[in-house]
């Protein structure tokens, strides 16, 4: 266990791990298995499940991944600090960027920070739900997972890996286009071409820069 926790801490690192990746995952899983965290039996009104199994908002047919409650490590330790943050109760986070027509196109659609939140309002009105733009420790809460790895699909980069999908189930949390996310001090734009490891890319942003939206739902 010792040894696990060592590996995460460099993945959370950002050291780069790719050479032992696949071997790490194969005897991680076999030793400790990583328990799916099931979402609530009650779902809030206005989420619903449908028959292939995916959650969605019921008006707007919004497609949403549930993220667990946990400890999640977070960060960089060449860029920022390393640090753990304790997500008591779990989210639903939506499965695609969402553009301004409620649709979750395959082509990502940019819009300003004003607009983001106009969208999350207008969904909010619509579904009779709190919905808002991630924090920047929920996106990457969402994109990195309880393992704390540096990319999505795991922690060595890969080309063409940038569909797979998050831990949770997400789509497309890093690409060419950015997402809005913010803080209580400052709106950042994550998962954007620049750099894909989720734990360094969490850069400061203006106002009027264009975006991708992907909403989060509190239980």
Same mark, same amino acid.
């Given at each position: ?45 206005? =989420? ?13 047919? =919004? ?62 009105? =619509? ?89 989060? =739902?509190?239980?």
């Amino acid at each position: 266990r010792e040894e696990i926790e060592n590996h995460v801490l460099r993945c959370a690192a950002g050291v780069d791990t790719r050479w032992v990746d696949r071997v790490w995952w194969w005897a991680y899983t076999l030793t400790i298995p990583i328990i799916p965290s099931l979402p609530p039996k009650l779902l809030p009104e206005g =989420i619903v499940i449908g028959d292939d199994g995916i959650f969605r908002l019921a008006l707007t047919e =919004i497609e949403l991944v549930w993220v667990g409650p946990g400890e999640y490590w977070l960060g960089d330790e060449r860029i920022n600090d390393l640090y753990r943050v304790d997500e008591p109760d779990g989210f639903f986070i939506a499965r695609l960027p969402v553009a301004q027509d409620y649709t979750q196109p395959a082509a990502l659609s940019g819009m300003t920070w004003q607009e983001a939140l106009d969208l999350c309002e207008r969904i909010t009105a =619509i579904e009779q739900l709190s919905v808002s733009l991630p924090s920047t420790d929920q996106w990457e809460i969402a994109a990195r997972g309880v393992d704390s790895r540096r990319y999505p699909w795991g922690n060595g980069y890969e080309s063409g890996a940038v569909g797979l999908s998050a831990p949770c189930g997400a789509l497309q949390m890093v690409g060419d286009t950015p997402q809005w996310t913010c803080s209580a001090e400052d709106v950042y734009l994550s998962g954007g071409a620049a750099d894909r490891h989720c734990g360094v890319h969490k850069l400061s942003a203006s106002f009027d820069e264009q975006a991708a939206v992907r909403p989060v =739902i509190r239980v």
